[in-house]
């Protein structure tokens, strides 16, 4: 009896073992738990529902369960569906031989579905404005998702579920219009956290790719981080406009590739804050298109085209602080120079400073008459502010280059780059003239100081005396100068010569334009030069030039040359666009004049020719009466005269365009002669012989400044104008 029940259990017992084996390893297919899954899913929205096909039963020996598992099912919801790969259960044998038959866990392998289809079934389960706007930027894509759910006793899932998503070639329209494709990653989702895996993406045709993102879901926002980085790719300009406001009309396509890390909150609205980022770039080429004409001044070679080249930059972005570093090579026109630079942003302020090395591109200053030469090794260097509200203030600009030494302290200059205010100003650098120059302009309260040793101011002299308004260039520079700056400098050089000591005075500023002037020094011959510039009351400017010794500036006239003694006084009188001038040269010797010169010879005065180009003529007098209205230079009167020689001329000069000259040429013998004869006015108009009549010759001058053409024709007559002027001074002396 014992050994049949022993027979029998092990008998039972090797069917079990067969039975569990077999279920196991084949399971059995059966309808019946259909409608236990489907009621699992749908329990928590009625109108969800499963389409299933028969269930495959396997046991499960190790954890005493038995796992349920169906082929190509669907999930329905509505009018939509999605297509299923399997869904998997598992529920223990405690509750089904308790007949309990609550399912413990959900596993769901979708095949490949369209990401339209699963956020129109998720927006219509769920409605919120987010998957509202996500369905609305989703253009194309398709995913694959795994999905592990837990159930507790009554039938809620627990937070310890797991989905796996795949999505490839995903297609997204932002909300700046901009497209997005070719996206492709992982993402796993527990609970709170999602975590983003090799993604790639087209973006503007640069291609992006990522390790790792981190998304956590907090009570009110999402914490997102990761890592980002794309190839060297040549990007459009409108780029930029996606993370920086600005105008990119000007740069040409440029090539960049970085690596960032980055970490944000975003909140339901999709509004970012607490952005922090970490940047590695390497820019290969960037173009910059300026038409800055007056950088060309200053750079020769500059061909409005800057290039940045192999340049190397840190960004750092932690909320609303910003850090770039940068350094690389920098082309000017085609030479290539170093830049390193460093810019901070907090708030509305951007912090810069810079460093320019510049070797192989000359640098001219054409006021000061300095200039850097090619291949000398210089360094600009400037520290400063901007901000959005187009402020700029330098701390500091200096520029080395040998012995020389360039610096601006405290520059204060509006959105349109004009000077509001400075602190002080050095100079301390051999010009062309090799001459050394050293000179301070120096803030004092609301007015300025300008000291030196030694200045050479001849060119700025020439463009004073040459220029068509001598008060452009100060509006060019300052945007309101209203300031007094007084003068004291040892000695000041007129030419590369010429040069005047203990020059001191005051000028004052109202609006940009000289309001009051005095200025007093002397030669090294003890004689004076003296200049002042007054404004009326009828808002008239009258300026007086005063020189004992006019040489250094009759000099820079290239038509007079071999100019010795005399005296100059200098008067105008400007109101608006236009000035009356009188100059008077008294007691001086000129040795070369071409346009006199000429007509001497076309005269026929050969004597007095050749006294011209030998030991010069002298002067007892030259007067000139003259008006200047825009380009247009109108001379009433030029008089001149001397033991050898009188000049009567009147005129016009169009500035750089045409000179129209006429006059009368007299020798100084036949106006003595005339002036001597003149109760006898019959006997001197006829001549008691042939040719004794004729007194001088009238000439006409005319055309471009660079081709004059010269007329002469002989005289009987002189105009009574010529002798009244000639018995005026006469008088006079």
């Not at 998702?145 to 006793?153: K, M, P, R, T």
């Not at 492709?184 to 973006?203: A, H």
């Not at 006829?686 to 007194?695: D, H, L, S, T």
Request: hydrophobic share 40%; charged share 25%.
């Amino acid at each position: 009896m014992i050994k049949n029940i022993i027979k029998l259990f092990g008998l039972f017992t090797i069917l079990l073992l067969f039975l569990g084996v077999y279920l196991s390893y084949f399971g059995i297919e059966t309808e019946r738990f259909n409608r236990l899954i489907k009621d699992q899913i749908s329990e928590k929205n009625k109108n969800i529902d499963v389409k299933l096909n028969k269930v495959k039963i396997l046991l499960n020996l190790k954890s005493f369960s038995f796992n349920i598992k169906t082929i190509k099912p669907k999930i329905l919801y509505k009018n939509d569906e999605i297509k299923l790969q399997e869904v998997t259960t598992n529920f223990s044998l405690k509750r089904f031989l308790n007949k309990n038959l609550s399912i413990d866990d959900l596993n769901i392998l979708t095949e490949e579905v369209n990401l339209k289809d699963v956020f129109k079934i998720l927006k219509n389960y769920n409605p919120s404005v987010q998957l509202f706007i996500l369905e609305n930027m989703i253009k194309d894509g398709s995913a694959i998702a795994d999905v592990f759910l837990n159930f507790d006793e009554e039938g809620k899932i627990k937070k310890d579920y797991k989905i796996n998503v795949s999505i490839k070639n995903g297609s997204l329209r932002i909300l700046s219009k901009k497209n997005i494709k070719g996206i492709n990653f992982d993402i796993q989702i527990e609970d709170n956290d999602y975590l983003l895996s090799n993604l790639d993406l087209i973006f503007e045709e640069l291609k992006f790719y990522s390790k790792l993102i981190k998304i956590k879901r907090l009570s009110k926002n999402f914490l997102i981080n990761g890592d980002i980085r794309n190839d060297k790719n040549d990007v459009k300009p409108e780029f930029l406009n996606l993370f920086l406001k600005g105008n990119y009309n000007d740069l040409e396509n440029f090539n960049i590739s970085s690596e960032n890390k980055f970490s944000f909150k975003v909140n339901k609205k999709f509004k970012v804050t607490n952005l922090k980022l970490k940047s590695d770039i390497e820019l290969d080429l960037m173009k910059f298109n300026f038409a800055l004409p007056k950088l060309r001044e200053f750079l020769p070679n500059f061909d409005n085209l800057i290039e940045l080249k192999k340049q190397k930059i840190n960004l750092g972005i932690d909320q609303n602080k910003l850090i770039i570093n940068g350094k690389g090579d920098i082309l000017i026109g085609k030479n290539n120079e170093y830049l390193e630079y460093n810019i901070k942003k907090k708030d509305n302020n951007y912090l810069i400073k810079s460093q320019i090395q510049i070797q192989n591109s000359p640098i001219l200053i054409k006021s000061i008459n300095y200039e850097k030469k090619e291949n000398v090794n210089s360094e600009i260097s400037f520290e400063g502010m901007a901000n959005s509200e187009k402020k700029i203030f330098f701390n500091n600009i200096s520029f080395n280059e040998n012995k020389n030494y360039f610096q601006i302290k405290n520059l204060d200059l509006n959105k349109n780059f004009k000077i509001n205010s400075f602190k002080e100003i050095n100079f301390d650098f051999y010009n062309n003239n090799k001459i050394q120059n050293n000179i301070k302009l120096k803030k004092n309260k609301k007015n300025y100081e300008l000291s030196g040793k030694i200045f050479d101011a001849s060119l700025m002299i020439n463009n004073l005396m040459n220029s068509k308004n001598n008060n452009k260039g100060l509006s060019t520079i300052f945007s309101n100068f209203n300031s007094n700056i007084e003068i004291k400098i040892d000695k000041m050089f007129l030419d590369k010569v010429s040069f005047i000591n203990n020059l001191s005075g005051d000028i004052n500023f109202i609006n940009n334009k000289i309001n009051e002037l005095k200025l007093a020094s002397n030669f090294s011959n003890k004689k004076k030069i003296t200049l002042s510039i007054k404004t009326n009351k009828n808002n008239e400017r009258v300026t007086t030039l005063f020189s004992s010794h006019p040489k250094p500036l009759i000099n820079r006239y290239k038509f007079i040359k071999g100019f010795e003694d005399g005296i100059l006084d200098f008067q105008s009188i400007k109101k608006g666009d236009i000035s009356k001038s009188v100059l008077n040269i008294d007691n001086f010797k000129v040795k070369e004049v071409p346009v006199l010169a000429k007509l001497l010879t076309l005269a026929s005065l050969q004597g007095i020719a050749d006294l011209l180009t030998g030991e010069g003529i002298r002067f007892t007098d030259f007067e000139m009466f003259f008006s200047n209205k825009g380009n247009l230079m109108t001379i009433d009167e030029i008089y001149a005269i001397g033991p050898a020689i009188s000049i009567m001329m009147s005129g016009y000069v169009e500035s750089e365009k045409l000179i129209s000259l006429r006059g009368t040429l007299v020798p100084a013998r036949t106006i003595n002669r005339t002036i001597a004869s003149i109760p006898f006015i019959g006997n001197i108009l006829v001549g008691k012989k042939a040719g004794e009549g004729v007194f001088g010759v009238s000439f006409k001058i005319k055309g471009p400044p660079k081709d004059l053409k010269t007329s002469v024709n002989p005289i009987k007559t002189l105009t009574p104008r010529f002798i009244t002027r000639t018995l005026e001074k006469i008088k006079k002396n």
